[in-house]
C-alpha cells in the first residue's frame, strides 16, 4: 500500500474519529456540572466556549509577546529552528494557564452567574504548576541537564516520519491534559466525594477531540505537514488554539 493511500485511510478514520469525540465533547458541555444544577443546557456550552476561544487569544497574545520581548526570537509555533526549553518553556506554559484559570472567575465577576466550582482557585495552583512542570518534561531544560521528549523523539527538522510524530502528538495530549484537565478534575471533583469517571472522562473526551483533529491536519497535508516550515508553523498554531478551548472545555465540563 503506497503513502497516498495510507494517508487517504487514515485522513478518513481521524476525521470519523474527531467527529464522534467533538459530539461526545460537545454533548458533556450541555449535560449540567454536578454542584452547579442551574448551570447547563446551551447556556453552559456557549458560555465555555466563549471562555476557551478568549483563553485562547490570550495565550497568542501573551505568548507572542514574551517571544518579541523576553526571548527577542521566534520559534515559530514549532516551525522555527529550536524549540522553547528551561524558563521558556515555563513561560509558554504560564501563557496558556493563566487565561484559563483566570478568566473563568473574571467571567463569573462581569455576568453575575457562578460557572465555577468552590475549589477552582485552589485546582487552578495546582494546574499552573502540573502544566509547567509537564513543558519542562517535553522541552527539556540545561538547569537538569534534561533535553526534553520532543527533542529525543521527534526534534526539530526529524522529516516525515508518521510514527514518530504520532508518537510524540500522543505523548503531548497525555501530558497537556494530564496536567491540566486531569488535575483539576481531581482537585474540584475531591470535594464531590467521587474520583472516578467524573474525573477521567472529561480528560479522556477533551484529549481525544484535540489529538483526532491533530491526526487529521497531519495526514490531510502529509508530508508538508511534517517538513515545510510555514505548514508547521500554520498547524502549530491551530493546534494551540484548539488545546486552548480543548483544556478549557474538559476543565469546566
Same mark, same amino acid.
Given at each position: #500500500?503506497? %503513502?497516498?493511500?495510507?494517508?487517504?485511510?487514515?485522513?478518513?478514520?481521524?476525521?470519523?474519529?474527531?467527529?464522534?469525540?467533538?459530539?461526545?465533547?460537545?454533548?458533556?458541555? $450541555?449535560?449540567?456540572?454536578?454542584g452547579?444544577?442551574?448551570?447547563?443546557?446551551?447556556?453552559?456550552?456557549?458560555?465555555?466556549?466563549?471562555?476557551?476561544?478568549?483563553?485562547? +487569544?490570550?495565550?497568542?497574545?501573551?505568548?507572542?509577546?514574551? =517571544? !518579541?520581548?523576553?526571548?527577542h526570537?521566534?520559534?515559530?509555533?514549532?516551525?522555527?529552528?529550536?524549540?522553547? =526549553?528551561?524558563?521558556?518553556a515555563?513561560?509558554?506554559?504560564?501563557?496558556?494557564?493563566?487565561?484559563?484559570?483566570?478568566?473563568?472567575? $473574571?467571567? =463569573?465577576?462581569? &455576568?453575575?452567574?457562578?460557572?465555577?466550582?468552590?475549589?477552582?482557585? /485552589?485546582?487552578?495552583?495546582?494546574?499552573?504548576?502540573?502544566?509547567?512542570?509537564?513543558?519542562?518534561?517535553?522541552?527539556?531544560?540545561?538547569?537538569?541537564?534534561?533535553?526534553?521528549?520532543?527533542?529525543?523523539?521527534?526534534?526539530?527538522?526529524?522529516?516525515?516520519? !508518521?510514527?514518530?510524530?504520532?508518537?510524540? =502528538?500522543?505523548? /503531548? +495530549?497525555?501530558?497537556?491534559?494530564? &496536567?491540566?484537565?486531569?488535575? /483539576?478534575?481531581i482537585?474540584? %471533583?475531591?470535594?464531590?466525594?467521587?474520583?472516578?469517571?467524573m474525573?477521567?472522562?472529561?480528560?479522556?473526551v &477533551? +484529549?481525544?477531540?484535540?489529538?483526532?483533529?491533530?491526526?487529521?491536519?497531519?495526514?490531510?497535508? /502529509?508530508? %508538508?505537514?511534517?517538513? %515545510?516550515?510555514?505548514?508547521?508553523?500554520?498547524?502549530?498554531?491551530?493546534?494551540?488554539? #484548539?488545546?486552548?478551548?480543548?483544556?478549557?472545555?474538559? #476543565?469546566? #465540563?
Amino acid at each position: #500500500m503506497n %503513502d497516498q493511500i495510507i494517508n487517504r485511510v487514515a485522513a478518513i478514520c481521524g476525521i470519523i474519529w474527531f467527529a464522534a469525540t467533538v459530539a461526545q465533547f460537545l454533548f458533556k458541555l $450541555l449535560a449540567p456540572l454536578p454542584g452547579l444544577p442551574n448551570l447547563t443546557g446551551l447556556p453552559k456550552l456557549q458560555t465555555i466556549l466563549f471562555i476557551g476561544f478568549v483563553a485562547a +487569544a490570550g495565550h497568542a497574545v501573551l505568548w507572542s509577546s514574551a =517571544e !518579541r520581548f523576553m526571548f527577542h526570537t521566534k520559534f515559530g509555533a514549532g516551525g522555527g529552528d529550536s524549540l522553547p =526549553e528551561g524558563w521558556s518553556a515555563v513561560v509558554l506554559s504560564l501563557t496558556m494557564t493563566i487565561p484559563l484559570v483566570l478568566l473563568p472567575p $473574571l467571567y =463569573e465577576r462581569v &455576568s453575575h452567574s457562578q460557572i465555577v466550582l468552590p475549589r477552582h482557585l /485552589y485546582a487552578a495552583c495546582f494546574v499552573v504548576v502540573f502544566a509547567a512542570i509537564g513543558h519542562i518534561f517535553l522541552y527539556g531544560a540545561k538547569l537538569i541537564h534534561f533535553r526534553g521528549v520532543r527533542n529525543l523523539i521527534f526534534p526539530v527538522g526529524s522529516g516525515p516520519d !508518521r510514527r514518530r510524530a504520532l508518537l510524540m =502528538e500522543t505523548i /503531548y +495530549a497525555a501530558t497537556h491534559f494530564g &496536567s491540566t484537565v486531569l488535575i /483539576y478534575r481531581i482537585m474540584v %471533583d475531591a470535594r464531590l466525594g467521587s474520583l472516578g469517571a467524573m474525573v477521567v472522562y472529561p480528560s479522556l473526551v &477533551s +484529549a481525544s477531540v484535540w489529538l483526532s483533529g491533530v491526526c487529521v491536519s497531519i495526514f490531510l497535508q /502529509y508530508p %508538508d505537514s511534517l517538513v %515545510d516550515k510555514r505548514s508547521i508553523e500554520v498547524r502549530g498554531i491551530i493546534h494551540a488554539l #484548539m488545546l486552548v478551548v480543548a483544556v478549557q472545555g474538559g #476543565m469546566l #465540563m
